[in-house]
Nanobody, 128 residues
Framework: QVQLVESGGGAVQAGGSLRLSCAAS????????MGWFRQAPGKEREGVGH???????RYADSVMGRFTISRDNAKNTLDLQLNSLKPEDTAMYYC??????????????????????WGQGTQVTVSS
């Protein structure tokens, strides 16, 4: 059983930055594909990006070049650095883990159905 707890959300003006963190427990962290997702009111949950056990990351086109995902396998943590934020980035951000692939991720991991553990989410609000 994987427990995930996000932190670091908040309100920021357009063009600003935030850093989100996710603390994982209950599993061998290096065997998890980790992902970030977001969901705005009235919209479906969408993938922001994911990172495998070797720290190879992949991003959605909408955040490429602005967001950076990193992980620390020694500390069981996952981070999301959000730069050049836009009002359309406003959403609840979720940390997710896939325990079935021994730490490997694929392009399919931009879809939420490939993840079997989720955090409670942290809100990011970007004002114009």
């Amino acid at each position: 059983q994987v427990q995930l707890v996000e932190s670091g959300g908040g309100a920021v003006q357009a063009g600003g930055s935030l850093r989100l963190s996710c603390a994982a427990s209950g599993y061998i962290y290096s065997r998890l594909c980790m992902g970030w997702f977001r969901q705005a009111p009235g919209k479906e949950r969408e993938g922001v990006g994911h990172i495998d056990s070797s720290s190879n990351a992949r991003y959605a086109d909408s955040v490429m070049g602005r967001f950076t995902i990193s992980r620390d396998n020694a500390k069981n943590t996952l981070d999301l650095q959000l730069n050049s934020l836009k009002p359309e980035d406003t959403a609840m951000y979720y940390c997710a883990a896939d325990s079935t692939g021994f730490g490997h991720c694929s392009t399919a991991h931009l879809s939420p159905q490939w993840f079997n553990y989720w955090g409670q989410g942290t809100q990011v609000t970007v004002s114009s």
